[in-house]
């Protein structure tokens, strides 16, 4: 897909990583994705210890790839399903840097959000 910028310039997403995407999490969306992949995560290295793994892997990810895959990528799949499920995708213009933050998750809609010059403050200038 590709994005008109408000200044012009195209800002594509064909690639992947794209340089000019990203993800806005709330610090309690991160933290609901924490808690259910730990939750995840803890039922199946129960599994495992239970001999139970290839049941369980087949419940969750629903395809029998996953019998065969290492741990590491077993455990990074299994997170990732959850960092999906919340937040919003940011687009940021290489050229003028506006943003462009979803609205809402999975909608289609964008809010712009333009760069202020005239503003700096350093992180002890914020407020508590
Ligand atoms: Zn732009």
């Excluded at 990203?22 to 599994?47: C, H, P, R, V, Y």
């Excluded at 455990?75 to 050229?95: N, T």
Aim: proline share 2%.
């Amino acid at each position: 897909m590709s994005y008109l910028c408000l200044c012009g310039h195209v800002i594509k997403d064909n690639i992947y990583p794209c340089p000019e995407r990203g993800d806005l999490k709330w610090q309690t969306e991160s933290e609901n994705i924490s808690q259910e992949s730990f939750e995840a995560l803890k039922e199946f290295f129960n599994a495992v210890e239970n001999d139970a793994k290839n049941g369980w892997l087949l419940k969750f990810f629903n395809h029998s790839l996953y019998l065969k895959a290492d741990m590491a990528t077993i455990v990074i799949d299994i997170m990732s399903r959850y960092d999906g499920k919340e937040g919003r995708s940011v687009y940021r213009c290489p050229e003028c840097e506006r943003m462009y933050v979803q609205t809402k998750y999975r909608s289609d809609e964008y809010e712009c959000f333009e760069k202020r010059t005239d503003y700096s403050r350093n992180a002890e200038g914020l407020a508590d």
